[in-house]
């Protein structure tokens, strides 16, 4: 068993909201400067650029999780993880099938940068990314498990985006390992909404800008880097999440 310092959602410069900055190499780099050695990326209803940051990361000793947020029908966020880019793709080209018809405007929503290993621009990416998916919450949650991923949702202590702030409630029986912590620590979260008790409760960054990377972490105990071993860690709570007063700021 090792313990792997993580932060599982990373936007590259394909998510119109986040950086250009935000190419393969300088992902890796802030993420080697964090002290991370696992990440995953998460960019909004695509995973165009997640084969090139596991190709900028190869001999770094940084692990890459491809990864997705997904914005469901009720404008819920979901991080959707893999093991390959492979399966990332192929989910993927599910996604773009629900997403809204409307081309990216990027005067107001800002650029979808393609990027190859060494963060040069290969293309842009001309449907809209931002919109949400005619897909809910749960019919995205048994897709992804269908593909062999996992579905962490995303910030739902935030006020928008989120399984409570959008749905008011957790769907029963919702199939997924744990939820996803992005402003509270998971004592307060718990503390300020009750529903969220007995949940496994992880932290991620959600960085938009090299500097957000490693803000959150979580460190997590794996005997190897995959879906099911994550999986695992999650439901024995084989993690803990870090706070740490220089980089985080959990309230």
């Known amino acids: ?30 993420a080697l400067r964090a002290g991370l050695q696992l990440i995953a990326v998460t960019d909004h209803n695509s995973a165009g650029n ?17 990864g997705m947020e997904v914005q469901t029908r009720e404008d819920v966020h979901l991080v959707c993880l893999f093991n390959t880019a492979r399966e990332a793709r192929e ?32 293309g842009r990416e001309t449907r809209l990314l931002l919109g949400s998916v005619d897909l809910g919450v749960e019919e995205v949650v048994q897709r992804v498990n269908g593909l062999g991923g996992i579905v962490l949702p995303a910030h739902v202590d935030r006020p928008a985006y989120s399984l409570l702030a959008n749905l008011g409630l957790i769907p029963p029986g919702l199939p997924v ?17 009750p529903a969220l008790s007995g949940w496994p409760l992880v932290a991620a960054s959600d960085a938009h800008y090299p500097g957000d990377i490693g803000r ?36």
């Open 1 to 30: 068993m090792t313990t792997f310092r993580a932060d599982l959602h990373i936007h590259t410069a394909l998510s119109p909201c986040a950086g250009e900055e935000m190419t393969p190499p300088a992902i890796v780099a802030a």
């Open 91 to 122: 989910w993927q080209r599910e996604i773009y099938r629900h997403l809204p018809v409307g081309e990216n405007r990027e005067e107001y929503f800002g650029s979808q940068i393609l990027m190859d290993a060494a963060g040069r621009e290969t």
């Open 177 to 193: 390992p744990a939820l996803e912590v992005g402003l509270l620590s998971p004592e307060a979260a718990c503390k300020k909404f």
């Open 50 to 66: 997640v084969a090139a940051v596991q190709e900028a990361a190869r001999g770094t000793g940084l692990n890459v999780l491809a």
């Open 216 to 251: 959150r972490v979580t460190e997590y105990d794996l005997e190897a880097v995959n879906i099911a071993a994550l999986t695992r860690a999650l439901r024995r709570q084989h993690f803990k999440v870090v706070i740490d007063a220089g980089r985080n700021n959990f309230r």
